[in-house]
Structures are given as C-alpha cells and as structure tokens.
C-alpha cells in the first residue's frame, strides 16, 4: 500500500475555508482506500514555517496512485487550490502490509 501525504500552506489566511473545501473534494476519488483532510496544529516548537493543511490518501499501490492523480477531481482539487496556496509538498511512501 502506498501513503500519499501533501503538504499545504495558504498565500492568505483569508483562504483557508476555501483550501480546505477544496481540499476535500478528493475524497470522492474511487482510487483511494483512505483519504483525510487536517488543518495543522502546529504544535511543534522546533520547526520553522509549517504547513496549513495535511491530505492523507491510502492507495493500493503505484498504479492506484497514478490514476488517482489522472482523475478528473484530483484537476478540479489543483484548479481550485493551487491559485490560493503558497507552498505543496508531497510525500510517498511504502505502508507494510
């Protein structure tokens, strides 16, 4: 199983709602096992600038992955929120099985 995570920060705090609506139109995507949506506590006193939002999406593997980023809501999530966000950071891993 492959974890998906990605990273968001608003351009304006303004936009949060706005990122987090669109956000969460990903969870409608049939490729994906899991998938949540978390605004960040940023709790953690060591690091600098955090990241507004945290996406989780649980997927089968590679090719699962691959067609939940060629779905047709995964264009309308990025249409909506790249224009209000600052910073995306992704990362994939390996769940054990």
Same mark, same amino acid.
Request: hydrophobic share 45%; net charge negative.
């Given at each position: 199983?492959?974890?998906?995570?990605?990273?968001? /920060?608003? /351009?304006?705090?303004?936009?949060?709602?706005?990122?987090?609506?669109?956000?969460?139109?990903?969870?409608?995507?049939?490729?994906?096992?899991?998938?949540?949506? =978390?605004?960040?506590?940023?709790?953690?006193?060591?690091?600098?600038?955090?990241?507004?939002?945290?996406?989780?999406?649980?997927?089968?593997?590679?090719?699962?992955?691959?067609?939940?980023?060629?779905?047709? %809501?995964?264009?309308? /999530?990025?249409?909506?929120? *790249?224009? %209000? *966000?600052?910073? *995306?950071?992704?990362?994939? %891993? =390996?769940?054990?099985?």
């Amino acid at each position: 199983m492959i974890r998906h995570i990605a990273f968001f /920060s608003a /351009s304006d705090p303004t936009h949060l709602d706005e990122i987090e609506a669109g956000l969460w139109i990903l969870k409608d995507n049939p490729h994906a096992i899991a998938f949540a949506v =978390h605004r960040n506590l940023a709790l953690d006193e060591i690091s600098g600038p955090q990241p507004d939002f945290i996406v989780m999406a649980d997927l089968k593997d590679e090719d699962a992955l691959a067609a939940y980023k060629a779905h047709p %809501l995964y264009a309308e /999530s990025i249409r909506r929120v *790249r224009p %209000l *966000r600052d910073v *995306r950071m992704a990362a994939d %891993l =390996h769940l054990p099985d």
